[in-house]
C-alpha cells in the first residue's frame, strides 16, 4: 500500500515537472536563440544548432518524466474506463517524446528527396504526438465524467480537450497545405504551441491531483 503510494506521489510530481520544465525551457531558450523566432519557427528547430542539446535533452526529460507519471496513472487507475488505454497512449506519448530528442528534424525548407533518416523519424514521432495528445485527453474524460474522485477535474479536461483537438486540426490542415502554409508560414511556430501547451497544462493538473489524492 505504502509503495503504490509513493508511486503515485511521485508520478504526480513527474508529471508536474515534466509539463512544467519542457515548456519553460524551449519558452526561455527560444527567447536566448540569437535567429530563432518562436512565432514563426518549430519548437524542434532548437533542436539543430551547436546549442541543439539543450532542446534535445528537454524532450528526452519530458519523455522520462512523463514515464514515471504513466506508471502513477496506472497505479491509480487500475480498473474501469481509461485504466488501460489511457495508460498505453500516455506511455506511446513518452517514448514518442523520448525518441524526438536523439533524432532531430531536418532544417526547414529541406527538400524530400533530400530528407534524412532522423529527419523523417522525428517527422513521424512528431505526427503521432500531435494525433495522440487530443486523443488522450478525450479517453481520460470517460473516466473523469464518472469517477467522484476525478470530477473535479472533468470540466478542465473537457475545456483544454477542445482547445487541443481544434489546435491540432488547424495546425495539421496548414502543415500539410503548402499554399496556405506558406501564406501565414510567420506563425506557424506559435500556431505549434498553441496545440501543444494546452496539453502541458492538462498534464499538470493531471499530475497535481494525483499527488494531491497519494498525499491525502
Known amino acids: 500500500m505504502k509503495t503504490s503510494t509513493?508511486?503515485?506521489?511521485?508520478?504526480?510530481?513527474?508529471?508536474?515537472?515534466?509539463?512544467?520544465?519542457?515548456?519553460?525551457?524551449?519558452?526561455?531558450?527560444?527567447?536566448?536563440?540569437?535567429?530563432?523566432?518562436?512565432?514563426?519557427?518549430?519548437?524542434?528547430?532548437?533542436?539543430?544548432?551547436?546549442?541543439?542539446?539543450?532542446?534535445?535533452?528537454?524532450?528526452?526529460?519530458?519523455?522520462?518524466?512523463?514515464?514515471?507519471f504513466t506508471w502513477g496513472v496506472a497505479i491509480e487507475f487500475k480498473t474501469g474506463k481509461a485504466s488501460r488505454w489511457g495508460v498505453i497512449l500516455l506511455a506511446i506519448l513518452s517514448a514518442l517524446f523520448i525518441i524526438s530528442g536523439p533524432f532531430v528534424m531536418d532544417p526547414a525548407g529541406t527538400p524530400q528527396s533530400e530528407a534524412t533518416l532522423h529527419g523523417t523519424i522525428h517527422g513521424l514521432a512528431g505526427g503521432f504526438v500531435f494525433l495522440l495528445m487530443p486523443v488522450t485527453i478525450f479517453v481520460f474524460i470517460r473516466r473523469f465524467r464518472i469517477d467522484p474522485d476525478w470530477r473535479l477535474i472533468y470540466r478542465w479536461t473537457f475545456f483544454l480537450g477542445v482547445i487541443e483537438a481544434v489546435a491540432v486540426l488547424i495546425f495539421t490542415i496548414i502543415s500539410k497545405a503548402p499554399v496556405l502554409g506558406s501564406n501565414i508560414s510567420g506563425w506557424i511556430g506559435l500556431i505549434q504551441r498553441s496545440a501543444l501547451v494546452p496539453f502541458m497544462i492538462w498534464v499538470f493538473l493531471f499530475a497535481l491531483i494525483l499527488h494531491n489524492r497519494s498525499s491525502s
Open 6 to 68: 509513493n508511486v503515485r506521489r511521485l508520478g504526480g510530481w513527474a508529471g508536474m515537472l515534466g509539463s512544467g520544465l519542457f515548456v519553460l525551457a524551449f519558452t526561455v531558450e527560444g527567447w536566448l536563440r540569437p535567429g530563432y523566432n518562436a512565432s514563426s519557427m518549430h519548437i524542434s528547430a532548437l533542436s539543430l544548432g551547436q546549442r541543439g542539446w539543450i532542446q534535445i535533452a528537454n524532450f528526452v526529460c519530458l519523455g522520462l518524466l512523463l514515464a514515471l
